[in-house]
């Protein structure tokens, strides 16, 4: 069992910046992947940002290139999200996820086997 706690959401104006951290704690592998998932109410949940733990392989979403940054601490076992330049269709519940045993970073949420519960990032036009 993994779990994770998301936090670092919160209220901020268009193009502010809020930093999300996520903390895994249990059994953790020695290698593995952590995705940051959002949804927004109405639609389906999608990625964001993943990264392996050696940091090899990341991956973002074409919306958030280029304005958010997914970093990992190996040490504290937390990913953190670096989000500048917010919009407000970056309005959503935002998700950290755990895939075990892999190399490579996933893009499917199907793919990940451990989820958070979420922080609420609320962007103000």
């Known amino acids: 069992q993994v779990q994770l706690v998301e936090s670092g959401g919160g209220l901020v104006q268009a193009g502010g910046s809020l930093r999300l951290s996520c903390v895994a704690s249990g059994r953790i592998f020695g290698y593995y992947a952590v995705g940051w998932f959002r949804q927004a109410p109405g639609k389906e949940r999608e990625i964001v940002a993943g990264i392996n733990r050696s940091a090899s392989n990341i991956y973002y979403e074409d919306s958030v290139k280029d304005r958010f940054t997914i970093s990992i601490d190996n040490a504290k076992n937390t990913v953190y999200l670096q989000m500048n330049y917010l919009k407000s269709e970056d309005t959503a519940l935002y998700y950290c996820?755990?895939?075990?045993?892999?190399?490579?970073?996933?893009?499917?949420?199907?793919?990940?086997?451990?989820w958070g519960q979420g922080t609420q990032v609320t962007v103000s036009s």
């Open positions: 996820a755990y895939k075990a045993a892999t190399w490579y970073t996933p893009r499917a949420a199907e793919d990940y086997e451990y």
